[in-house]
Nanobody, 124 residues
Framework: QVQLVESGGRLVQAGDSLRLSCSAS????????LGWFRQAPGKERDFVAA????????TYAASVKGRFTISRDNAENTVYLQMNSLKPEDTAVYYC?????????????????WGQGTQVTVSS
């Protein structure tokens, strides 16, 4: 069973950059789709970005496209979320999620495994 561990969240100022990491234990990401989601206080969990591990196909939410970049490191079995030009509205707990298969979904319910989340706070 894949276990996911996120890291990298912290308090930053608007306009700053931050990189989140998600590593796997208990298996590899081969054959999986990896997604990043976020949940702000009092709001629903939102899709941020996803990458298909085997061929690197990527999709983004409109709200982050052009500012955030999802990538993977096969050797490290780690997926990253590079976040640039951060805004206060990006403040949320960011979760890494994984689903076995090739289809890229934007609904959290389609993902099988979740990390514990990492807090990103962007001050104005």
């Amino acid at each position: 069973q894949v276990q996911l561990v996120e890291s990298g969240g912290r308090l930053v100022q608007a306009g700053d950059s931050l990189r989140l990491s998600c590593s796997a234990s208990g298996g590899t990401f081969s054959g999986y789709v990896l997604g990043w989601f976020r949940q702000a206080p009092g709001k629903e969990r939102d899709f941020v970005a996803a990458i298909r591990w085997n061929d690197g196909i990527i999709t983004y939410a409109a709200s982050v496209k052009g500012r955030f970049t999802i990538s993977r490191d096969n050797a490290e079995n780690t997926v990253y979320l590079q976040m640039n030009s951060l805004k206060p509205e990006d403040t949320a707990v960011y979760y890494c999620a994984a689903r076995r298969g090739t289809l890229i979904y934007r609904r959290g319910s389609d993902y099988d495994y979740w990390g514990q989340g990492t807090q990103v706070t962007v001050s104005s």
